[in-house]
């Protein structure tokens, strides 16, 4: 089964990429609310993809980013935000740059969540 991290300080936007990837393929999904937490539960049991919203409180998606890259450097990442135009850009350049291999922006469907996390397992 496949693994999949979720890190978002928005408890709904968690909630619903877990149901939509729990019905949809039967993922396994951990849900972290901070980076701490994501990082703590990647060391205690490493995922096969990581998806980050870029903008959180304490550590931000990028920096959790490279975190997890030092502890398994090839794991797909996709991140996600729904910060204005113009920060947004930035930020998803920059994690483009920094290895990201999915961008979506919020708010998304669960359809566009299920077609990135496909794309980028190559499913």
Request: glycine fraction near 4%; proline fraction near 6%; avoid cysteine.
């Amino acid at each position: 089964m496949i693994r999949i991290l979720v890190i978002d300080d928005d408890p709904m936007i968690l909630a619903l990429v877990r149901e939509t990837l729990e019905l949809e393929n039967s993922y396994d999904v951990t849900l972290a609310l901070n980076g701490e937490d994501a990082i703590a539960s990647f060391r205690e049991r490493p995922h096969d993809l990581v998806i980050t919203d870029v903008f959180m409180p304490g550590k931000d998606g990028l920096e959790i980013m490279q975190l997890i890259h030092r502890i398994r450097p090839r794991v797909p990442f996709i991140v996600m935000s729904g910060e204005s135009v113009h920060i947004a850009s930035f930020a998803l350049r920059t994690a483009a740059r920094d290895g990201a291999a999915g961008i979506l922006e919020k708010p998304f469907s669960p359809k566009q969540l299920i077609e990135m996390v496909h794309k980028v397992l190559e499913l």
